[in-house]
């Protein structure tokens, strides 16, 4: 019989191996712990552990959107222009989100210093603006402070906070 090469991607090994041990389980049989079927997954794989296998992960590749968005970012990771797509605006938005501190209140004064250098084309008050109405920052009515909403970031977001811009194709 001739064997066929049949390619498996998962996307959340833990998962896979938590799925495993449990249908393992519901067939009388006494599977190891998980940190344990990690290691023989990644050996049946080819890895020598599961600490090999998670290093020769590559990176998801970036979506055409969030390199786009990128673009707009000079090597120091400064805006450079305001995209006109209010999608790629948000995406970029998130890397100043994610450059103020959690919990903190600031003053009107340190959010527009903060923004004057994270960008280059001289609207702070835009960014400023934005950011609130994208609701990645809140503010009192009275414009006292200034704070960062905590919450989870979308997966574009994520890997917009996470690029490297020295690494970015231009």
Same mark, same amino acid.
């Given at each position: 019989?001739? +064997? *066929?090469?049949?390619?498996?991607? %998962? /996307? *959340?090994?833990?998962?896979?191996?938590?799925?495993? +041990?449990?249908?393992?389980?519901? $067939?009388?049989?006494?599977?190891?712990?998980?940190?344990?079927?990690?290691?023989? %997954?990644?050996?049946? !794989?080819?890895?020598?552990?599961?600490? $090999?296998?998670? !290093? *020769?992960?590559?990176?998801?590749?970036?979506?055409?959107? #969030?390199?786009?968005?990128?673009? @707009?970012?000079?090597?120091?990771? +400064?805006?450079?222009?305001?995209?006109?797509?209010? +999608?790629? $605006? /948000?995406?970029?938005?998130?890397?100043?989100?994610?450059?103020?501190?959690?919990? &903190?209140?600031? &003053?009107?004064?340190? %959010?527009?210093?903060?923004?004057?250098?994270?960008?280059?084309?001289?609207?702070? #008050?835009?960014?400023?603006?934005?950011?609130?109405?994208?609701?990645?920052?809140?503010?009192?009515?009275?414009?006292?402070? @200034?704070?960062? #909403?905590? $919450?989870?970031?979308?997966?574009?977001?994520?890997?917009? %906070?996470?690029?490297?811009?020295?690494?970015? #194709?231009?």
């Amino acid at each position: 019989m001739s +064997r *066929d090469l049949n390619a498996l991607y %998962i /996307a *959340d090994l833990s998962a896979f191996a938590r799925t495993l +041990r449990d249908d393992l389980t519901g $067939q009388g049989a006494n599977p190891p712990g998980h940190q344990v079927m990690l290691g023989l %997954i990644a050996r049946a !794989a080819g890895f020598r552990n599961y600490q $090999q296998l998670r !290093a *020769d992960a590559s990176p998801p590749a970036l979506s055409k959107a #969030v390199a786009r968005a990128l673009r @707009y970012f000079d090597d120091q990771g +400064r805006l450079t222009s305001w995209p006109a797509q209010t +999608r790629l $605006q /948000a995406l970029c938005l998130w890397r100043f989100w994610a450059g103020l501190l959690p919990g &903190r209140d600031y &003053r009107e004064a340190e %959010i527009s210093d903060a923004l004057k250098d994270w960008h280059l084309f001289g609207d702070h #008050v835009l960014l400023r603006r934005s950011l609130i109405d994208h609701r990645l920052m809140t503010r009192a009515t009275d414009g006292s402070w @200034y704070r960062r #909403v905590e $919450q989870a970031p979308p997966p574009e977001a994520l890997a917009m %906070i996470r690029a490297d811009l020295r690494s970015r #194709v231009t």
